[in-house]
């Protein structure tokens, strides 16, 4: 939007509400502020959508540069309505030289009385313009506006309009009365001149024929990836989330994990206070160990739920208004939420792949690698599919992201790394927990490592096996696209 002129973004806003093909659009001071030239393609602009599809544009303005391309023109003054008519007799009906002489023109008189006269004469221009008392639009229009007063008739079938005496308020002046004498009624169509023929209306379209799921798919993706590479500031911020949380993992092991020392080396040569001793060191350095090991799984299981937060928590809620819109004129929820999907799945696949293989070849983790790459994908996406979830359900994005940072913020206390919940609340709570099934299926992609049992000696929650982990957590995915498509077919507006 920052690199949109004016009139670029007017005739955005058009085209946003035209996405629903709407039979009645209201434009309140669409031209306001605008240069010249921009202000006359917009008006222009109008005049096109008018003729498309038998559709009424109602326009409300203070620009009268374009007047002749409106079909009718209702003036009001102070509430009052002072005219309502084609605007080739407006400069006729109030004496005046250029449209913008009106404003001025109307100071002339209290409001009250420009619409009793308004009365007084609106009969004869409905009659002549075919037009009923309601005010329909007119017939046809011209391409300039006529103030010059029109042709006599023939002497047998010249007409003025007078008002009876009785008829007039006493509050109304000599000037006004004068006035309204001399004003001619509008002719009628057998006295006009022969005028330019009025385009033709295009016949309405039957139904349009809507694009089907796919092709929505694929238009909505492409539409999100250009998005996101024109906005240089989602761009970096992505960019540094992808490349600085891994370090942030590795600086407590940027050599590689400590080795192990062997208990049993020397131990029978060395007295009892020193085999206790001994025994002590390795107890504690095996304590050191576990907890390292621990902790670069858990921070690395965390940092990709955060990642995961950032994805999804604002994805549907920040655009909310203009999918309700688009929605109106066709989208499918399906096709919105496969497409949101599909683009939050390669950022979700690039931020897990960098984090297993950075810290796998910084730290030398042991444990197969392709199980690692596997469960950190889906612990990272079952968090990007839960907060999309949420996306959906919010009405604003800032709502949307402070219950997604509640909900990760949940993730480290409640997973049982730091320490272990009572077993009532630990069994009760851990379906809800994908950084528990992160962690515990990384511990146990390393079981013919020493580090696993040594893990397992300071550690006081049970782990869960791999396959187990893998389940669950695709469970927490389908759960969320699930409650995003749910989101998506309740209309949400503001």
Request: with cysteine; aromatic share 8%; glycine share 6%.
């Amino acid at each position: 939007m920052k690199v949109l002129s004016g009139g670029q973004r007017r005739r955005l806003a058009l085209a946003v509400e035209m996405v629903t093909s709407p039979a009645l659009l209201l434009a309140d001071e669409v031209t306001s502020g605008l240069d010249p030239k921009a202000e006359e393609e917009i008006v222009h602009l109008l005049r096109d959508i008018a003729n498309q599809d038998n559709r009424t544009v109602l326009c409300v303005t203070h620009s009268l540069r374009h007047l002749a391309l409106y079909d009718s023109v209702l003036v009001l003054h102070e509430g009052h309505v002072v005219y309502h008519g084609p605007s080739r007799h407006l400069l006729h009906y109030f004496d005046i030289e250029s449209p913008e002489d009106v404003f001025p023109r109307l100071t002339n008189r209290t409001p009250q009385g420009w619409h009793k006269s308004w009365e007084k004469h609106r009969v004869s221009y409905y009659e002549t313009e075919h037009m009923p008392l309601a005010g329909a639009r007119p017939v046809d229009f011209s391409s300039r506006l006529d103030r010059s007063p029109p042709p006599p008739a023939p002497a047998e079938r010249k007409r003025t309009v007078e008002i009876p005496k009785s008829l007039r308020d006493a509050g109304e002046d000599d000037e006004e009365e004068e006035t309204d004498k001399r004003r001619p009624a509008p002719r009628s169509k057998s006295e006009e001149e022969p005028r330019r023929k009025e385009p033709t209306r295009p016949e309405p379209h039957s139904e349009a024929v809507l694009p089907g799921p796919i092709s929505q798919f694929g238009t909505l993706l492409a539409r999100r990836w250009r998005l996101f590479f024109r906005d240089r500031g989602q761009l970096f911020l992505h960019l540094a989330l992808i490349l600085g949380f891994p370090c942030l993992v590795v600086i407590f092991a940027w050599d590689g994990l400590p080795n192990i020392r062997n208990l049993e080396m020397g131990l029978t040569t060395l007295n009892p206070v020193q085999q206790a001793a001994e025994a002590l060191d390795f107890v504690k350095q095996s304590s050191q160990i576990g907890g390292l090991v621990s902790g670069i799984v858990m921070f690395q299981v965390i940092l990709l739920t955060l990642m995961g937060a950032n994805n999804g928590a604002r994805e549907i809620a920040s655009e909310r208004l203009i999918y309700e819109k688009e929605r109106l004129g066709g989208v499918r929820p399906a096709s919105y939420v496969a497409s949101k999907a599909a683009f939050l799945f390669v950022l979700v696949a690039a931020q897990s792949a960098w984090m297993a293989l950075f810290v796998k070849f910084i730290c030398r983790m042991p444990g197969s690698i392709e199980s690692q790459l596997l469960l950190l994908f889906l612990c990272n996406a079952a968090m990007t599919a839960v907060c999309l979830g949420i996306s959906s359900q919010m009405r604003s994005a800032e709502q949307a992201s402070l219950v997604s940072i509640y909900f990760v913020g949940f993730q480290l206390p409640l997973s049982g790394a730091v320490l272990a919940l009572p077993s009532a609340l630990e069994w009760i709570t851990r379906p809800f927990i994908a950084a528990y099934w992160g962690w515990s299926g990384m511990l146990k992609t390393m079981p013919e490592s020493r580090y696993y049992e040594i893990v397992k000696s300071v550690i006081q929650t049970d782990l869960t096996g791999v396959p187990l982990c893998l389940w669950v957590l695709a469970f927490h995915v389908a759960i969320g696209l699930i409650v995003a498509y749910t989101g998506c077919k309740r209309s949400r507006w503001e």
